[in-house]
């Protein structure tokens, strides 16, 4: 979608996208596509690759599962 305005984190003026969570104007540098959403939204919600596996882990840390 083409919109007019200011990045609304970090002020650029090439403006491309809207948030589709939070409805912030920003720019492709802080636009992730794939979601739909701003940076800032993509963190809070978090993304299915922040999940740990074991792959990932550091060696030596206990696994607790409630």
């Known amino acids: 979608m083409s919109v007019a ?3 609304e984190i ?3 003026p090439d403006v491309d996208n809207t948030c589709d969570r939070c ?3 920003v720019c492709d540098r ?3 596509e794939d979601t739909g959403m701003c940076v800032e939204c993509g963190a809070e919600v978090g993304q299915p690759d922040d999940r740990m596996s074991p792959e990932n ?4 840390v ?3 599962r409630f």
């Open 62 to 64: 206990d696994t607790y």
């Open 23 to 25: 409805g912030r104007l």
């Open 30 to 32: 802080h636009w992730d």
């Open 57 to 60: 882990m550091p060696d030596g």
């Open 10 to 12: 970090c002020e650029r």
């Open 5 to 7: 305005g200011l990045c």
